[in-house]
């Protein structure tokens, strides 16, 4: 059985930094392109970024040059650092497991989600 499982997120500031975890259980790793989503209040599912295999990774430009995205295959773990959050950032964020060209092209999620995280930004 697939399970990923979100951590990491919380209230912050406008400016301040949080660091997503997702602990990946029930399938190969290190085999699998891996992803984050979020989701605002009354809006779509919105790709913020994704990792293939090799490590190569690709973000939505909104969240470029703030967000970084990493694996570690040895532990089965993705991480997402996310600075200088800004209100926009606010949502609830999924790790899924999604083809790499699939968020490149904004294609619809199509592969497995954890539970989610919230993460708000607010003054």
């Known amino acids: 059985e697939v399970r990923l499982w979100e951590s990491g997120g919380g209230l912050v500031q406008p400016g301040d930094s949080l660091r997503l975890s997702c602990a990946a259980s029930?399938?190969?790793?290190?085999?699998?392109?891996m992803a984050w989503l979020r989701q605002a209040p009354g809006k779509g599912p919105e790709w913020v970024s994704a990792?293939?295999?090799?490590?190569?990774?690709y973000y939505v430009d909104s969240v470029k040059g703030r967000f970084s995205l990493s694996r570690d295959n040895g532990e089965n773990m993705l991480y997402l650092q996310m600075n200088s959050l800004q209100p926009d950032d606010t949502a609830v964020y999924y790790c899924?497991?999604?083809?790499?060209?699939?968020?490149?092209?904004?294609?619809?999620?199509?592969?497995?989600r954890g539970q989610g995280t919230q993460v708000t930004v607010s003054s």
């Open positions: 899924a497991t999604e083809y790499f060209r699939t968020v490149v092209r904004g294609g619809p999620p199509s592969g497995y």
């Open positions: 029930g399938f190969t790793f290190e085999s699998a392109d």
């Open positions: 990792i293939n295999t090799k490590g190569v990774t």
